[in-house]
């Protein structure tokens, strides 16, 4: 079970914080993602972060700009958005593996297998 929260309105240049809540048992799956869809496009990986050692990744479109995060306890995952642009607006996701995924793999949301309900993130 994920929980998403944290998204909203908020003009070019501001920043948003979005929290994803799980159990410990679905944050020991592996990989955690965010990812995100905007209307009339697929659902892209924008960032996610390996449980096992907390090595992270990013897509191009936000390196530098997202941070992915967990907290000590390692239940809940972070994604600190700055510098945001109208292009990120979408539909942000929380997804959850059971196993270990490569770097093809984990850019595909049918490699998860937990997803959150979703957060709209709207820059104007």
């Known amino acids: 079970q994920l929980v998403e929260s944290g998204g909203g309105s908020v003009q070019a240049g501001g920043s948003l914080r979005l929290s994803c809540e799980s159990s410990a048992y679905t944050y020991a799956s592996n990989c955690m993602t965010w990812f995100r869809q905007a209307p009339g496009k697929e659902r892209e990986g924008v960032a996610g972060i390996y449980t096992e050692d907390g090595s992270t990744w990013y897509g191009y479109s936000v390196k530098g700009r997202f941070t992915i995060s967990t907290d000590n306890a390692k239940t809940t995952v972070y994604l600190q958005m700055n510098n945001l642009k109208p292009e990120d607006t979408a539909v942000y996701y929380c997804?959850?593996?059971?196993?270990?995924?490569?770097?093809?793999?984990?850019?595909?949301?049918?490699?998860?297998?937990?997803w959150g309900q979703g957060t709209q993130v709207t820059v104007s």
């Open positions: 997804a959850a593996s059971r196993g270990l995924l490569d770097s093809r793999q984990r850019l595909r949301p049918q490699s998860y297998t937990s």
